[in-house]
């Protein structure tokens, strides 16, 4: 393997990974000031992502069996592309639908990356750099513009992706599974878990400080400074899972974080929003040991493990994210809610240490791109 067929992988995963959680993180970012989105329609604004990029997550090993990965990924593009642009030009109902069609096409790329990644910190940290500029630009194109331009502004990023991959000259070729097992069901609760806290801070971490009596502006910089903190976590975690040996230490220590971040927030959010907002952002990283698990430990084809873990724990982790929802609501607080993300956090852990209880397997080579021609499409 050539070291610029190397690099090019690594770019180009990078460059997709970028639009996993910018059309998420801008939302939670903009929700207070989404004039279309007040009450219920705001809860299910922040679960819908989950179940539509669970239920995208279903579709991809069968789109990937009939056009092949990279027309699979130009359609998951466009997609996203049309979307996030057309999200923003009506009311609540034209928000919802293309915020799922948006999560749809993430839910296709996010399947297919943990393949093609094969634990590289390239994925995990593209996904983060993607959150965090979501949640960094987002409150300043608000006040500067409007809450329509800063949603609508994120399809840019989609379709320079759209563009890159389609000069990609070449169908990434999937390396030889390595041999191994994992404990689908654990891994897929453990992920759901997961996602359920992430989701919650993503979209609602703003809100949250601002119903403590924290300025807009403040609120929406803790949000940024959550996403910013989890970037070295989603550079350095792949690495701490393929070489701790102790990985039920690795779990809780992950988990830690957002432990000391929720209860901040459950006590007394107003006291030390920036300490709250760092501690959730560094839980993120709990975030890249499952994505960089299903590449490492997988039987088959991670595609298939991709499809199962993502496609459930997502699904999981958005009636979790539901229901935390209504109970802010039903109770005008976010004690009961956050009370409730502690239980979440615990359930992490166990579901964490079932996942490890087995020894991990060595880590797959990288990804390689090859010209047309000399692979076959990847097929599941």
């Known amino acids: 393997m050539s070291r610029a067929t190397t690099t090019v992988s690594t770019l180009v995963i990078f460059v997709l990974a970028l639009n996993l959680r910018p059309a998420v993180t801008s939302l939670g970012a903009a929700l207070p000031d989404i004039s279309v989105a007040g009450g219920l329609v705001a809860a299910v604004l922040v679960a819908l992502p989950l179940w539509a990029i669970g239920l995208g997550g279903w579709a991809t090993p069968w789109l990937c069996s009939r056009i092949g990965t990279h027309r699979t990924v130009t359609v998951a593009l466009v997609g996203l592309v049309l979307s996030l642009a057309g999200r923003v030009l009506g009311g609540s109902v034209l928000l919802l639908v293309g915020t799922a069609l948006a999560c749809l096409s993430i839910a296709v790329l996010g399947t297919m990356l943990p393949l093609l990644a094969q634990g590289s910190a390239a994925f995990t940290f593209g996904l983060g750099v993607g959150s965090t500029a979501g949640a960094l630009v987002t409150p300043t194109a608000v006040m500067s513009s409007s809450w329509r331009v800063a949603l609508g502004v994120w399809a840019t990023t989609a379709l320079v992706a759209q563009q890159v991959w389609q000069r990609t000259p ?111 952002g560094m839980g993120m990283g709990a975030l890249a040991f499952a994505l960089t698990t299903i590449s490492l430990r997988s039987k088959d084809s991670s595609v298939s493990l991709s499809a199962v873990v993502q496609g459930v724990g997502y699904v999981i982790a958005g009636f979790g994210v539901l229901v935390c929802g209504w109970l802010h609501t039903g109770t005008g607080t976010w004690r009961v809610p956050l009370l409730l993300v502690l239980v979440v956090l615990l359930g992490q852990i166990g579901s964490g240490h079932i996942v490890v209880a087995r020894p991990a397997k060595a880590p797959r080579a990288p990804v390689t791109v090859r010209p047309h021609g000399e692979v076959p499409e990847l097929g599941v």
Do not use: D, K
Not at 215 to 234: D, K, V
């Open 170 to 280: 070449g169908e990434f070729l999937s390396p030889r599974a390595a041999p191994g097992t994992v404990r689908a069901s654990a891994l897929t609760i453990h992920f759901g878990l997961i996602s359920t806290v992430t989701f919650l801070v993503m979209g609602w971490l703003p809100g949250i400080l601002r119903s403590a009596g924290v300025p807009s502006t403040t609120a929406g910089i803790c949000l940024a400074l959550s996403m910013a903190m989890g970037l070295p976590m989603m550079w350095l975690v792949p690495g701490w899972t393929r070489r701790w040996r102790n990985q039920t230490l690795l779990v809780v220590l992950l988990a830690t974080p957002n432990v000391i971040g929720v209860t901040g927030l459950l006590f007394a959010p107003a006291a030390a929003p920036w300490l709250w907002a760092a501690a959730t």
